[in-house]
Nanobody, 113 residues
Framework: QVQLVESGGGLVQAGGSLRLSCAAS????????MDWYRQAPGKRRELVAT???????NYADSVKDRFTISRDNAKNTVYLQMNSLKPEDTAVYYC???????WGQGTQVTVSS
C-alpha cells in the first residue's frame, strides 16, 4: 500500500523558514521522481519543485532561490526547505510520486504578514 505522509507545516511569520518532510512507503523510492505541489484557496494546484531519481532539481519561478528540495533515499524521504517565506506562499503543500502517480494528504503552511 502506497503512503506519502507529509509533516512540518505550520504558522510562520513572513521572512521565516519551515522544513517540510514527506515519508514514503510502498514505492521504490530511489527510482521515483518526487515533487512538491501546493494549492492556495480558490487557486489551482501548482508544481513547486521536483527532484529526479538522480538528484537533479527544478523549481517554480516564484520559489527559486528561496526553496530547496532534497531527498534521502536511505530514509525514503523527500524534503522541502522553505526560506524567506511570504504570505503568498500560504497553501496546502502536497507530496507527489511519479511511479505510481500518488499524492500525500497535504500539510498546511500559513505565512502571516
Amino acid at each position: 500500500q502506497v503512503q506519502l505522509v507529509e509533516s512540518g507545516g505550520g504558522l510562520v511569520q513572513a521572512g521565516g523558514s519551515l522544513r517540510l518532510s514527506c515519508a514514503a512507503s510502498g514505492i521504490i523510492f530511489s527510482i521515483n521522481y518526487m515533487d512538491w505541489y501546493r494549492q492556495a484557496p480558490g487557486k489551482r494546484r501548482e508544481l513547486v519543485a521536483t527532484i529526479t531519481s538522480g538528484g537533479n532539481t527544478n523549481y517554480a519561478d516564484s520559489v527559486k532561490d528561496r526553496f530547496t528540495i532534497s531527498r534521502d533515499n536511505a530514509k525514503n524521504t523527500v524534503y522541502l526547505q522553505m526560506n524567506s517565506l511570504k504570505p503568498e506562499d500560504t497553501a496546502v503543500y502536497y507530496c507527489h510520486s511519479s511511479n505510481p502517480w500518488y499524492w500525500g494528504q497535504g500539510t498546511q503552511v500559513t505565512v502571516s504578514s
